[in-house]
């Protein structure tokens, strides 16, 4: 299978009449301390960077997320009696829109670091299967992170945070490129793919994907580069805040990927939409330094896997108590074997799925990291007609 991919950026819209009171709001909060400098561990879970905060002397785990502005769920909301002061329109990563409401927390600690009077979007996880597998409690977002200095070393599951960008050690080989933040503090990056510049790209440690550029960069290339390989994916195979998103995506391999100084090498990236995405499976291979003094960003090599191509070709995702095929690349061993959108997953090597409830979901997509060392699945399926089959696939590279 291939892993659906969590994005939780959160992009905020803005209207004439809230505007002004909306960025008052994002720029609240800061350090109680002056000068400091804590080095965080932290948990990954699936992919992404949780983290223990303290809020009211409870310990709860947030994700740190540069794509979001701080964030508590619904159910810790209700837990610190926050009220809401302030309503707002979003659109996640599917480019789904939905209403926000915002609130203040009075102290967000974050090992002996204490944030104070920062807002917070309250948000529901919960209400998306991929997310919820997710058990946490909120995010740290821009808004908060834009008070500091961060240093994100994913070898050693590490995070510095710093009050002066000279108490952190930047390593000599690092390159560097500029970001511009947006009114949430969101960093946006510009990228070169085969001469063609991509504006858009949201820096996120909140995706669990690599990278992603816009379907205007996809065209722009292909017009310029009309030999330029790709293959093409339909369905879907992320999730963002309000759900799932169902489109068409592109992939192709390149060696002509510039970020800044930094020349991106024997890397996969896919297209969609109108927003480029860069990840955390691509930021691993990485030191992350970030400062938002000076809108940059330092990328240290650290020693990396090779990135894998080899798929079975699909992506199924739960759907009522149903786990049915949701994404599907063209040509490849799934496709070639007949499986269609639509389907229903029975069983994977022997696993049933039927009447599938969160857990079984939360578990299927943990053992997805299993099956890629496996180089064969054998899966009963049926169609939309009730008529069942057993496909058995083998795992193919689709680039060379």
Known sequence: MKKIVLILNLLLILTSCNAIKTIKILNMGNAAQKNYKEEIFFESRAGLIVVKVTIGGKEYNFIYDTGAVNAVTKELAEALHL???????????????????????????????????????????NAVPELACLHVDGLIGANMMRKAFWQINYVKHSLIVASSMDSLSVPENAFSFPFKPVISGTPIVEVELNGIKSKGNIFDTGSTGEITLSSPTFKNVLKQNPGFKYLRGIGSSSAGLYGKGNDTNYMAKTDMLKMGNLLINNRVI?????????????????????????NKIWFAPQPKNEQEWDTFGFSATKDNKKLIVSYLIENSPAALAGIKLGDEVISVNGKNYTNMEVEDYCEMLDKQALWKKEKNMQLVLKNESGIEKIVTLEKKKLFN
């Open 270 to 294: 896919e297209f969609k939409r109108d927003d480029g995405n860069l990840g955390s499976a691509f930021f691993k291979d990485y030191i992350v330094t970030l400062d938002w003094k000076q």
């Open 83 to 125: 009220k809401p002061i302030l309503d707002q329109t979003a659109q996640d990563s599917e480019g789904k829109k939905g209403g926000i409401k915002f609130a203040l927390i009075d102290e967000l600690k974050l090992g002996k670091i204490s944030f104070l009077n920062t807002s917070a979007a309250i948000i529901d996880l």
